[in-house]
């Protein structure tokens, strides 16, 4: 994507990945609906949001180091800034009420197939799926 998409733009980038996989459109819908990094809503758990007043906490992130490259979760943002409470929107709260239903509070929300760190190469094929369905629609 060469620019951040506005209006309509998102909800046909949001039907595009629920196109894809529900997990495609889940992560796409956060992201949209929160501004939220990659690293920030793979470690995401439920103790960090709050349903009911619709807020949820920016306070872990998933990192990358080494080779092969090792995923771990850190206690901080990016920067200082990173850490931070954000409002969300219906959709958003409506989405992760569903995806949180049967996830224990200190567990990841989103996780790899097999359980674990959802690894950005795997989400890179998702995105890829998604956004190669883009150009019909103008979203590329």
């Given at each position: 994507m060469d620019q951040?998409?506005t209006?309509?733009?998102i909800?046909e980038w949001?039907?595009?990945?629920?196109?894809v996989?529900?997990?495609?459109?889940?992560v796409?819908?956060?992201?949209m609906?929160t501004?939220l990094r990659?690293?920030e809503i793979t470690?995401?758990?439920?103790c960090d949001?709050?349903?009911?007043?619709?807020?949820?906490?920016v306070a872990r992130?998933v990192?990358e180091d080494g080779?092969p490259?090792?995923l771990?979760i850190?206690?901080?943002g990016?920067?200082?800034?990173?850490?931070?409470?954000?409002r969300m929107?219906?959709?958003?709260?409506l989405?992760l009420?569903r995806r949180t239903?049967?996830?224990?509070?200190q567990?990841?929300?989103?996780?790899a197939?097999?359980?674990?760190?959802?690894?950005?190469?795997?989400?890179?094929?998702?995105w890829?799926?998604?956004?190669?369905?883009?150009?019909?629609?103008?979203l590329d």
């Amino acid at each position: 994507m060469d620019q951040v998409p506005t209006g309509e733009k998102i909800a046909e980038w949001i039907a595009l990945g629920y196109e894809v996989s529900q997990l495609a459109g889940d992560v796409i819908t956060l992201a949209m609906g929160t501004g939220l990094r990659y690293g920030e809503i793979t470690a995401l758990r439920p103790c960090d949001i709050d349903l009911k007043r619709r807020r949820l906490t920016v306070a872990r992130a998933v990192k990358e180091d080494g080779e092969p490259r090792r995923l771990y979760i850190v206690p901080y943002g990016k920067s200082d800034a990173a850490l931070r409470t954000i409002r969300m929107a219906d959709s958003v709260v409506l989405m992760l009420k569903r995806r949180t239903k049967d996830v224990p509070d200190q567990e990841l929300i989103f996780t790899a197939p097999k359980g674990g760190i959802l690894h950005s190469n795997g989400w890179s094929r998702i995105w890829l799926r998604a956004s190669s369905r883009s150009a019909p629609f103008g979203l590329d």
